[in-house]
């Protein structure tokens, strides 16, 4: 069984910066794709970062991309996403996503297993 434990949520203000970590219990981590996804209160889940296994390939949206960079370390098994420049809407529970592929998706039914969430919120 996979699990993956996220850390590094908090408040902080517009402007500032967070580090979200995951950890995966699992022995195969580094054959398989990993991401973030989160969801504020109301709205739908969303897409927010994706990494391949040999963490070459990088994907973000639009409305994270050149603020958000997402890494994985192989070795200690655990994915992070470094957070800058954050606005008030990037306030939402985010989740670490793991997936039995090698190479990322942008869907979140890409992904096999998800953690139970950080709480990120951003003050104005």
């Known amino acids: 069984q996979v699990q993956l434990i996220e850390s590094g949520g908090g408040l902080v203000q517009a402007g500032g910066s967070l580090r979200l970590s995951c950890a995966a219990s699992?022995?195969?981590?580094?054959?398989?794709?990993m991401g973030w996804f989160r969801q504020a209160p109301g709205k739908e889940r969303e897409f927010v970062a994706a990494?391949?296994?040999?963490?070459?390939?990088?994907y973000y949206p639009d409305s994270v991309k050149g603020r958000f960079a997402i890494s994985r370390d192989n070795a200690k098994n655990t994915v992070s996403l470094q957070m800058n420049s954050l606005k008030p809407e990037d306030t939402a529970v985010y989740y670490c996503?793991?997936?039995?592929?090698?190479?990322?998706?942008?869907?979140?039914?890409?992904?096999?297993?998800w953690g139970q969430g950080t709480q990120v919120t951003v003050s104005s």
């Open positions: 996503v793991g997936g039995n592929r090698l190479f990322a998706s942008t869907d979140e039914r890409g992904y096999d297993y």
């Open positions: 699992v022995r195969t981590f580094s054959n398989k794709a």
């Open positions: 990494i391949s296994w040999d963490g070459l390939t990088l």
